[in-house]
């Protein structure tokens, strides 16, 4: 099991950026592959973007190629979005997730509190 915290979230204006972390707890992190995910209000949690164990191979939604990276630091059982070229449609609360498949959304089973981005215009 293991156990996820974001930081990073906050008040930005469009056209902006932010980097996102999430710091996971216990020994086994490089065994998972993280991901991504974020809700707006009213709408479905929605999928973001994965990566692979080691970091390797990246899955990105659409809606976000180009703009937000995904990277990560197994000895620091980090791991990282940085977002740029912000809009106010990226508004969300942003949920870091760990599982087995980085490119399945329905393979993530441990979620972190999220945390809120909100993008003004």
């Known amino acids: 099991q293991v156990q996820l915290v974001e930081s990073g979230g906050g008040l930005v204006q469009a056209g902006d950026s932010l980097r996102l972390s999430c710091a996971a707890s216990?020994?086994?992190?490089?065994?998972?592959?993280m991901g991504w995910f974020r809700q707006a209000p009213g709408k479905e949690r929605e999928f973001v973007v994965g990566?692979?164990?080691?970091?390797?191979?990246?899955y990105y939604a659409d809606s976000v190629k180009d703009r937000f990276t995904i990277s990560r630091d197994n000895a620091k059982n980090t791991v990282y979005l940085q977002m740029n070229s912000l809009k106010p449609e990226d508004t969300a609360v942003y949920y870091c997730?760990?599982?087995?498949?980085?490119?399945?959304?329905?393979?993530?089973?441990?979620w972190g509190q999220g945390t809120q981005v909100t993008v003004s215009s």
């Open positions: 997730a760990a599982g087995r498949s980085y490119y399945n959304k329905g393979e993530y089973q441990y």
């Open positions: 216990g020994r086994t992190f490089s065994s998972y592959a």
């Open positions: 990566i692979s164990r080691s970091g390797s191979s990246k």
